[in-house]
């Protein structure tokens, strides 16, 4: 060290400074993140400048920088919720979700890194209370699934509007009811799937019955209308006509015009 040129010393100590003032100023947000800039001596959260996009960054040793992830999350929340009439319902929901970008500052300020502990899940389990407790347990179990989920993310969004955070989505995984309650109303969904088939074959066989009704009716109908129509004469014209056409016939046979009933033909045959 004696050796070395005195003004080698203080850029060796410089060089040694600006490795410690980069290491300790460099920044780097990660894909899908973004970063809040809090200012020591400069008023703290920076909430009127756009946060820290992805990439490198430099800022002043004595400040800090905070990493939010700004891309879609997913939250499960397991809760037990009251029906209408006061049963106990073990609710399974997801909600999708993220922190608005642009006021990811005031997000920080406000209500910090804690924000889906402090903010989200006590609106979401407010809001599927206060939805759940409207309906009745088969209602829960059954029909108004879709319904609920629906209305537990109006609720929800309700409730975090002005939180900074943007609700995307509420999905109803599982609705857990008492097993005494589940078999009763399994039961019951069982016995008027049961009366509903027996109504269709009862129906079935009733249009079955007014069919064959109508269509003995109408052979009814055709052969009194058959019977009142024919006389001796169209009879015997009848006859006349049958005997023409049978001494058309190659078979042997003998044709006595006259000596049958009525004065029809009588037809003899070989056998």
């Known amino acids: ?159 975090v509007a002005g939180q900074y955070i943007q609700l995307n989505e509420v999905l109803v995984r599982d609705v857990t009811l008492p097993p005494t309650i589940k078999d009763a109303i399994e039961r019951k969904l069982k016995q008027e799937q049961e009366s509903l088939e027996y109504e269709f074959r009862l129906v079935t066989a009733q249009k079955e019955a007014e069919k064959v009704r109508i269509e003995a009716q109408g052979k009814a109908d055709a052969n009194r209308i058959l019977s009142a129509s024919l006389t001796d004469k169209i009879l015997q014209d009848k006859g006349i006509e049958a005997t023409l056409m049978l001494a058309q016939s190659p078979n042997t046979k003998v044709v006595v015009v006259g000596s049958g009933n009525d004065g029809l033909p009588l037809i003899l045959g070989n056998n």
């Open 1 to 159: 060290m004696d050796k070395l040129p005195k003004i080698a010393l203080p850029a060796i100590a410089g060089i040694i400074v600006l490795i410690i003032f980069i290491s300790k100023s460099a920044v780097t947000i990660g894909s899908g993140e973004a970063g809040v800039l809090y200012k020591t001596f400069g008023g703290g959260v920076v909430t009127d400048e756009p946060p820290l996009d992805e990439g490198f960054h430099i800022v002043a040793p004595w400040n800090k920088v905070f990493v939010y992830e700004v891309r879609q999350q997913e939250q499960l929340e397991k809760m037990n919720v009251l029906s209408s009439n006061g049963l106990d319902i073990k609710l399974e929901a997801s909600v999708w979700f993220q922190p608005k970008y642009s006021e990811l500052g005031k997000l920080h300020q406000e209500k910090s890194e804690q924000y889906i502990e402090r903010v989200l899940l006590p609106a979401i389990r407010s809001a599927a209370r206060s939805v759940v407790g409207r309906y009745t347990p088969e209602q829960l179990y059954s029909s108004k699934r879709d319904a609920i989920q629906q209305e537990i993310f109006e609720e929800t969004q309700k409730i």
